[in-house]
């Protein structure tokens, strides 16, 4: 199982951005996935989740602001953010579940100017 995260950047503060995360080597459709961040100074802490039924789940954080989505038939989910504040930069990562294992992707950095 592979996991492919992409899509951050360098982004001005108020602007948007579509992470993308992409899977292989395993069943998509059905997989539970979340959207991670480590921003600087702090330990990873989750952002943003869909699961079977694509019911999805957001931090209090990104409620408003993040948008988890997914395209089955190009086995990726997204994570799309708007209006981004200087407080959103870090490392975003990826992660799929699958039964008792956790397979996460390398991370994307996203950088907000103010």
């Known amino acids: 199982v592979q996991l492919q995260a992409s899509g951050g950047g360098l982004v001005q503060a108020g602007g948007s951005l579509r992470l993308s995360c992409v899977v292989s080597g395993t069943r998509f459709s059905s997989r539970g996935m979340g959207w991670y961040r480590q921003t600087p100074g702090n330990q990873r802490e989750f952002v943003a989740g869909m699961f079977a039924g694509s019911r999805t789940n957001y931090a209090d954080f990104a409620k408003g602001r993040f948008t988890v989505s997914r395209d089955s038939d190009k086995k990726t989910f997204y994570l799309q953010i708007h209006n981004l504040e200087p407080e959103d930069t870090g490392i975003y990562s990826c992660?799929?579940?699958?039964?008792?294992?956790?397979?996460w992707g390398q991370g994307t950095q996203v950088t907000v100017s103010s």
């Open positions: 992660k799929v579940v699958i039964g008792t294992q956790e397979f």
